[in-house]
């Protein structure tokens, strides 16, 4: 055996291999940009998950990377223009939510927590604590942070549909260290946080790997592969499974039991994204979401609480318009779709005595 052609053909396929991917990379920084997703972290002093301070980047959505967003992470560690001050006398407006607050899908400027912020800004500060991902179990933890560090005077909670059984231990997301309720002992657990380290962290500095991850999402394919077909069928046909949507009833009931009786001295709103899917399709029959808002009004108006379902909101508007609230390739709002919901939320805060 040549061995020296042998590793003359393995040194060419390594130079080779090489440049394809330098090729690869430059052409995923420049004319197809991969998703550049702010970092998040445990912070154990805060005891929550929240994004890396002060760093800001663009995400882009899809294979050709059609939807960019900017993002700005701010000194507390969210996705906000402004710095958080602890200290502002104003009163202040707490957006607590998933990636609808997040936001994915628009630019920072255009989410409605700050068209809301640019409206009331001589009178209120609204701050709104968003992470991809969250259920409604981990919008308790974050209502906790929120208030031990900030005192609020109102908070705004935004539930979407699979806040409920995400909320079940056995359901929450993995490696994101989100709280959860066991659906058995009703107690508060916390999945394990998985940080990116060594190679991994020296991976996602990758533009190729982040468009593979990202904006291909071979990352969830590999996931959604091992996880028990049940899940899909459960938020396929939730009205069906009878056992898991009483246990999600309870642990709505308890979730907001507790945030009830934990802010005694603030307000609290609940909106509740609207139908949209039905609204479109116009098919209301065939929907397996309605359940969940008719549960939320008649939950949170028996407690007294403000609640808002932009169902009807929306559906007015799609009539009109004929406009989507979301785009094609992504289903959270897209900046129609948050400037809607400013445009219904603003004078409800103001009818309910939420706002002067």
Request: proline share 5%; charged share 20%; aromatic share 14%.
């Amino acid at each position: 055996m040549n061995y020296t052609n042998l590793i003359k053909n393995f040194l060419a396929f390594c130079f080779g291999l090489v440049m394809v991917l330098l090729v690869l990379e430059v052409f995923f920084t420049f004319i197809i940009p991969a998703s550049n997703s702010p970092e998040s972290f445990y912070d154990e002093a805060d005891n929550i998950v929240k994004f890396k301070p002060n760093t800001e980047g663009t995400m882009t959505l899809g294979p050709w990377a059609e939807q960019p967003f900017y993002w700005h992470i701010n000194n507390a560690g969210w996705n906000n223009f402004l710095d958080y001050d602890a200290d502002d006398s104003r009163p202040l407006i707490a957006v607590i939510g998933d990636s609808y607050i997040q936001p994915i899908g628009v630019d920072i400027n255009k989410s409605y927590p700050v068209l809301l912020q640019e409206k009331l800004k001589t009178k209120y500060r609204v701050y709104q604590f968003g992470m991809s991902g969250a259920p409604l179990s981990q919008y308790l933890h974050m209502n906790r942070y929120v208030k031990a560090k900030y005192k609020p005077d109102i908070f705004i909670f935004n539930i979407v549909h699979n806040d409920f059984i995400e909320s079940l231990s056995c359901y929450t997301l993995p490696g994101r260290n989100y709280m959860a309720i066991d659906s058995s002992s009703k107690k508060e657990v916390f999945l394990p946080f998985h940080s990116y380290l060594g190679i991994a962290q020296l991976a996602r500095k990758s533009n190729l790997i982040c468009y593979l991850m990202r904006n291909l999402k071979i990352n969830s394919r590999l996931v959604d592969q091992n996880l028990p077909v049940e899940t899909f069928d459960l938020m396929a046909d939730m009205p069906k499974q009878t056992a898991i949507r009483e246990k999600v009833e309870e642990v709505t009931d308890l979730l907001l039991t507790r945030m009830k009786n934990e802010n005694p001295d603030s307000k609290l709103v609940f909106v509740m994204d609207g139908l949209r899917a039905e609204i479109e399709l116009k098919d209301f029959e065939n929907g397996t979401n309605s359940w969940m808002n008719k549960m939320m009004k008649e939950k949170v108006e028996a407690m007294g609480i403000s609640f808002l379902d932009l169902t009807n909101f929306f559906q007015g508007e799609y009539n009109k318009n004929n406009t989507s609230f979301s785009s094609k390739i992504d289903p959270h709002w897209n900046d129609y779709g948050h400037q809607k919901v400013y445009e219904v939320l603003y004078p409800f805060l103001l009818e309910e005595g939420i706002i002067k």
